[in-house]
């Protein structure tokens, strides 16, 4: 089987935890729930995302119990980015629309403010990729981003994410259009990034 050959997988109950440095990358527990609606609730966190910033708790209920729940490696694997010093969690990072036929997934990400600046949405990013490209031999990785969001455009550029096209308003959140930047990885192009960044290590 060539790497980029998709392949079947069972339905997991369990989600594959990823181990990164300084974090770890594992299934939502019932117990994140406060931390998960603090996520949601930072109107910063959700200013270029699907959805206003939530301000009640039971807002955050139907999708929390569908992290909870929704794991399944034919359409969407959902991880808490918690550290690994207390395992707290302070942000998510999802594959989501998995098509295994075609070797595709979506990619789509969140941090808490009080994480921002410090390497750790890049770090869980990496854990991910690798997941999707070695793991379940997928052939393309896509991001939906706001155009705005040039922190977030920043991040997935130093992966080898091509800027692909812009999708206008595409988006009505909270009475305001929103256009998409649509982003594309290939695995090959990751993969050579990734030797080219052991080249330079080696040197």
């Avoid at 998709?6 to 931390?35: F, I, M, N, Q, S």
């Avoid at 295994?100 to 991910?128: C, F, I, N, P």
């Avoid at 812009?166 to 982003?183: K, Q």
């Amino acid at each position: 089987m060539k790497a980029s050959d998709p392949v079947e997988l069972p339905r997991a109950a369990a989600l594959p935890v990823l181990d990164g440095t300084r974090l770890t990358l594992r299934a939502h527990r019932e117990e994140d729930l406060p931390a998960f609606f603090a996520l949601y609730a930072d109107p910063r966190v959700t200013r270029y995302w699907s959805f206003p910033a939530w301000t009640d708790i039971e807002q955050a209920r139907e999708r929390f119990d569908g992290v909870l729940d929704g794991n399944d490696p034919a359409r969407m694997l959902g991880w808490a980015i918690a550290t690994r010093d207390d395992d707290r969690l302070i942000g998510g990072v999802t594959l989501f629309g998995i098509n295994q036929a075609q070797g595709r997934a979506e990619l789509g990400y969140s941090l808490h403010t009080d994480h921002w600046g410090h390497g750790y949405a890049r770090e869980a990013v990496a854990l991910v990729l690798a997941h999707a490209f070695d793991v379940l031999h997928l052939r393309r990785i896509e991001a939906d981003i706001d155009p705005r969001n040039a922190a977030s455009c920043r991040l997935v550029q130093r992966f080898g994410f091509v800027h692909e096209g812009v999708l206008r308003e595409r988006w009505h959140v909270a009475g305001e259009l929103c256009d998409t930047a649509l982003y594309g990885l290939l695995e090959r192009d990751w993969r050579a990034l990734q030797r080219d960044a052991g080249d330079v290590a080696a040197d």
